[in-house]
């Protein structure tokens, strides 16, 4: 568990780059839409390239094949979970401080754990609180760096009211979004593991030396982390015939349930997801340009999207993709999802180190030993 924390924390250090970029490009006059699609348009560009050098043009072959047969899939995930979820960050940024779009987008420690639930995960509810501590520490950090521009600004650039509108409104549409694509793509590997289990265990396969104990390890961690889509099986193996899958009991179970298994080893490399899902999104944003016909982009921010796609897109996906796939129980998927609110302590830093900010007040600071401690308890009862 801690060593998935850790991945998180790094995954959050690159994260925390896009707000100060976002923030940049907007002071430039740029528009969001180019901020956020032309970042998923080099990421793709710049995956096909990795993935080609390591593995051959094949792989790229083997993964398109991949999404033509599951296409509804991957463009509903890439849509959701890049799509309206990086829209959100851009549009709100473009509107309101930057200190808003970060607190309000790490909401998302609570919403990750809503979205847990809804797809019938379960975890120890002292967790909850740790989330709900991290977050408090996310407000009191994001606070006080409010009251500090609301009292070195002489006017008021929006009214309150705008601000919820076009600035948390937006980002809290994307704390809600983020989580369900990676959420989404999760459950397509679990349920390819789920689907590998049945067919072994329906041609009678019988395992040798110490591996029944294993398997029946592995299989007994599935059977927890989910509630409507775990087959009930006796271990060791035997002739008796398997259980049916328990219905769901909700139309969102329902839809869940449909969720595909997709059964190859290619799900367990963190780029190979990244690719689909961002080729899947590729779409949304082509409709998205359609309708709102933005000017061209300048070449500063061209080369700033850029920056943002190759740091927070490549680097920061891809690493947190991977911790939360190394994952096996629901508590470790929560704990790594919270270490996305560290992305406020190094935006802090970055901002002391690159913008010449002030240290933050003591509540702020109280805000991020709250944090830590919420990190703290995560990797310690994970």
Known sequence: MVKLILLGLLAGALFSSTFILNEAMSSAGGHWFW????????????????IAMQHGFGRIKALSAIF???WRFWCLTGSIGFGVFYTGICYAGDHVAGWVVAATFMFTVVTSLLVLLAFGQRFDKKFIAYALLVF???????????????????????????????GALPAL?????????????????????????????ANGFKPVANETAVLAAVSNELADATDFTTPK??????????????????RL???ISRIPAIETDLLQDAFNKVWLMTLGSLPFWLLLGIIVRPEAPSSSQ??????????????ATSIFLYARERAVTSSEVAGVDSTQASEVIFALIGGMLFLSNALPSAMGLLGIALIILGLILFAKDG
């Open 68 to 70: 033509a047969q599951h």
């Open 302 to 315: 061209m080369f700033n999207t850029l920056l943002v796609a190759l740091l927070a897109g490549v680097g």
């Open 233 to 250: 099986v006796s271990l060791p193996y035997s002739n008796e015939p398997i259980a049916k899958i328990q219905q769901p009991s909700s």
């Open 253 to 255: 179970q329902n839809l």
């Open 173 to 201: 549409l994307a704390a809600f979004c983020y989580p369900i694509g990676n959420q989404l793509v999760w459950q397509v590997s679990y349920n390819s593991r789920q689907r590998m289990t049945e067919l072994r265990l």
């Open 35 to 50: 901020s956020a699609s032309l970042r998923y348009l080099f990421m793709w560009l710049m995956l096909t390239l990795i």
């Open 136 to 166: 408090i520490g996310v407000l009191l950090v994001n606070v006080s760096e409010g009251l500090r521009a609301s009292a070195t600004e002489a006017l008021a650039t929006a009214s309150m009211s705008d601000m919820l509108l076009f």
